[in-house]
T-cell receptor, first 112, second 113 residues
Framework: LAKTTQPISMDSYEGQEVNITCSHN???????ITWYQQFPSQGPRFIIQ???TKVTNEVASLFIPADRKSSTLSLPRVSLSDTAVYYC?????????????FGTGTRLLVSP | DSGVTQTPKHLITATGQRVTLRCSPR?????VYWYQQSLDQGLQFLIQ???????AKGNILERFSAQQFPDLHSELNLSSLELGDSALYFC????????????FGSGTQLSVL
């Protein structure tokens, strides 16, 4: 199972772009990179998923370099409501992704 | 709203007791996953069922058991409860073949006193 490393916390201000980087040096060929967002006392919510290069949806972008040993979640123009914990997970059905521990994630605090 | 329903939302019980947590997956989702989240341990995978069959097992205690019924809803049974079992228990579901996109319910907060 690919181990991931993320910063424990980040601070930002409203309107700024936030980039959260996740390291996953032993990512396997079949592994996908998935990011989740969790608010207090709520279940994690899927944000974005990618395999390589760049993926963009209505809420975020995911940048994955060619070696896939890291990935960066980019949140454009954050608001107070983006204050949450963000988890990076790497895995696939082949590597038992469901057994991944979400870990402590990155606590993002957005201030006015 | 993720479409995954968990009941009850809150549960308060005493040590030594047994409780059952219920999860209804999103319509059409065949896989159900159970996770435990405590303050000091993060979100930990317990067990997965796929179309009624156990598919994967994580750090689930022997005092805990689960099953998935023909209508695809799932129950997590926790017995001989200890203070340390107090946690948020989440259920998630996914569609087979949809890669690893999990949809989580809002959880059951279990307090063992």
């Amino acid at each position: 199972l690919a181990k991931t490393t993320q910063p424990i916390s980040m601070d930002s201000y409203e309107g700024q772009e936030v980039n959260i980087t996740c390291s996953h040096n032993n990512i396997a060929t079949n592994d996908y990179i998935t990011w989740y967002q969790q608010f207090p006392s709520q279940g994690p919510r899927f944000i974005i998923q990618g395999y390589k290069t760049k993926v963009t949806n209505e809420v975020a972008s995911l940048f994955i370099p060619a070696d896939r040993k890291s990935s960066t979640l980019s949140l454009p123009r954050v608001s107070l409501s983006d204050t949450a914990v963000y988890y990076c997970l790497v895995g696939s059905l082949n590597t038992g992704f469901q057994k991944l521990v979400f870990g402590t994630g990155t606590r993002l605090l957005v201030s006015p | 709203d993720s479409g995954v329903t968990q009941t009850p939302k809150h549960l308060i019980t005493a040590t030594g007791q047994r409780v059952t947590l219920r999860c209804s997956p999103r319509s059409g989702d065949l896989s159900v996953y159970w996770y435990q989240q405590s303050l000091d341990q993060g979100l930990q995978f317990l067990i997965q069922y796929y179309n009624g069959e156990e598919r994967a097992k994580g750090n689930i205690l022997e005092r805990f058991s689960a099953q998935q019924f023909p209508d695809l809803h799932s129950e997590l049974n926790l017995s001989s409860l200890e203070l340390g079992d107090s946690a948020l228990y989440f259920c998630a579901s996914s569609v087979a073949g949809q890669r690893e996109k999990l949809f989580f319910g809002s959880g059951t907060q279990l307090s063992v006193l």
